[in-house]
């Protein structure tokens, strides 16, 4: 505990001093990728459903002031889980895109606003016989967060997001499920000058 102490009042000075010199100027570009953690995926109409999810993506963006940004996310996303009940499984491949504005504010504090959408499929075995289907998903959401610089072009992002949106189930009969997400993002970005 007290190396992590010396090693931080050690790194704080430099990491204030990159605060101060590295403004992204208009037309910079950004590249990171995020890690993102959210565990209160709940659909509304089975409020017993819940699950953790863990996933990579990367982000692009340009700055169109010092001070805003505008990001496109490509995600894909696989995900394989079992039932704690059976020996039943369901894995889960999607591909999507977001789009994203943020504004940063003083002391690099920041918020945003979202919209994006997935196709995915899905697969699920409950006998001996899978079972393959596609659902469509557009959601939208906000977040609030901070842009801790390490030096005049590596960053450290942390968010708190929230974020409400529909899947349409595409098989042989239609229908519509509203769902909410709460979560962290950790982030690493580089910007471009």
Known sequence: MNKFAIILCLCLPIWSNAQDNSNPKKGSFLIGGKLNWNTTYQLKEFPQNKKTDIYLLGQW??????NDVLL???QIEIEKYTFLSSSNFESTTSIGCDLKYKRYFSNYF??????GGKNIRNVYRYSSNPTIDYDKQIYSGIEIGH???LSQQVGIETSL???????D???????????THIGINIGLLY???
């Open 61 to 66: 963006g340009f700055f169109i002031s010092e």
């Open 72 to 74: 496109i996310k490509p």
């Open 110 to 115: 920041f918020g945003g606003v979202y919209l």
């Open 147 to 149: 842009f801790l610089i």
């Open 161 to 167: 997001f929230l974020s409400a949106g529909r899947i």
């Open 169 to 179: 189930i595409v098989r042989d009969f239609a229908n519509q499920y509203y769902y």
């Open 191 to 193: 910007i471009l000058k």
